[in-house]
Protein backbone atom coordinates (compact mmCIF):
# COMPACT_ATOMS: atom_id res chain seq x y z
CA UNK A 1 0.00 0.00 0.00
CA UNK A 2 1.30 3.44 -0.80
CA UNK A 3 1.53 5.68 2.31
CA UNK A 4 -1.70 7.75 1.33
CA UNK A 5 -3.02 4.72 2.17
CA UNK A 6 -1.79 3.61 5.21
CA UNK A 7 -2.89 7.20 6.44
CA UNK A 8 -6.68 6.80 5.16
CA UNK A 9 -6.40 2.97 6.40
CA UNK A 10 -5.44 4.09 10.07
CA UNK A 11 -7.67 6.67 10.04
CA UNK A 12 -10.55 4.74 9.14
CA UNK A 13 -10.39 1.53 11.49
CA UNK A 14 -9.09 3.83 14.48
CA UNK A 15 -7.12 1.60 15.69
CA UNK A 16 -6.63 1.80 20.01
CA UNK A 17 -2.50 2.04 21.05
CA UNK A 18 -2.94 3.76 24.28
CA UNK A 19 -0.25 6.70 24.82
CA UNK A 20 1.63 5.76 21.41
CA UNK A 21 1.29 7.99 18.54
CA UNK A 22 1.42 6.73 15.16
CA UNK A 23 3.08 9.32 12.46
CA UNK A 24 2.62 8.99 8.69
CA UNK A 25 4.99 10.90 6.37
CA UNK A 26 7.67 12.46 8.52
CA UNK A 27 10.34 11.90 11.57
CA UNK A 28 9.57 13.54 14.78
CA UNK A 29 11.68 13.46 17.92
CA UNK A 30 8.60 13.05 20.79
CA UNK A 31 8.56 10.38 23.24
CA UNK A 32 6.70 7.23 22.10
CA UNK A 33 6.03 7.35 18.71
CA UNK A 34 5.66 4.42 16.04
CA UNK A 35 5.94 6.10 12.44
CA UNK A 36 7.66 6.05 8.83
CA UNK A 37 9.04 8.56 6.42
CA UNK A 38 11.21 8.89 3.62
CA UNK A 39 14.31 9.85 3.27
CA UNK A 40 16.68 9.91 -0.12
CA UNK A 41 13.63 7.65 -1.89
CA UNK A 42 14.23 5.46 0.99
CA UNK A 43 11.50 4.49 3.65
CA UNK A 44 11.95 4.05 7.47
CA UNK A 45 9.81 2.62 9.86
CA UNK A 46 11.37 4.10 13.12
CA UNK A 47 9.64 4.37 16.88
CA UNK A 48 11.30 6.84 20.03
CA UNK A 49 12.27 5.91 23.35
CA UNK A 50 11.09 8.26 26.46
CA UNK A 51 13.24 10.56 25.73
CA UNK A 52 12.18 11.02 22.01
CA UNK A 53 15.52 9.03 20.48
CA UNK A 54 14.75 7.80 17.20
CA UNK A 55 15.18 4.19 16.81
CA UNK A 56 14.94 3.15 13.04
CA UNK A 57 13.15 -0.07 13.15
CA UNK A 58 13.43 -1.18 9.32
CA UNK A 59 14.05 -0.07 5.86
CA UNK A 60 13.08 -0.51 2.28
CA UNK A 61 10.51 0.33 -0.59
CA UNK A 62 7.28 2.54 0.26
CA UNK A 63 4.91 -0.77 0.17
CA UNK A 64 6.95 -3.23 1.97
CA UNK A 65 7.30 -0.30 5.01
CA UNK A 66 3.87 0.70 5.55
CA UNK A 67 2.94 -2.77 5.50
CA UNK A 68 5.40 -3.23 8.14
CA UNK A 69 3.70 0.10 9.95
CA UNK A 70 0.32 -1.12 9.53
CA UNK A 71 1.49 -4.82 11.22
CA UNK A 72 3.56 -2.83 13.83
CA UNK A 73 0.01 -0.88 15.08
CA UNK A 74 -2.19 -3.73 14.60
CA UNK A 75 0.35 -5.59 17.34
CA UNK A 76 0.75 -2.60 19.11
CA UNK A 77 -2.78 -2.47 19.55
CA UNK A 78 -3.05 -6.31 20.67
CA UNK A 79 -0.58 -5.94 23.39
CA UNK A 80 -2.17 -2.40 24.93
CA UNK A 81 -5.79 -3.99 24.86
CA UNK A 82 -4.55 -7.48 26.55
CA UNK A 83 -2.92 -4.63 29.01
CA UNK A 84 -6.16 -3.27 29.73
CA UNK A 85 -8.30 -6.13 30.45
CA UNK A 86 -6.18 -7.41 33.32
Do not use: F
Not at 48 to 66: A, C, F, H, P
Request: charged residues 35%; aromatic residues 6%; contains cysteine.
Amino acid sequence: MTISELKRRLKTEKHVVGSLQVECGKKTAAPDVLGIYEEDGIWYVYDTNDRGGVVVLDSGTEEDMTEALYRRVVKAEKRYMKKVKH
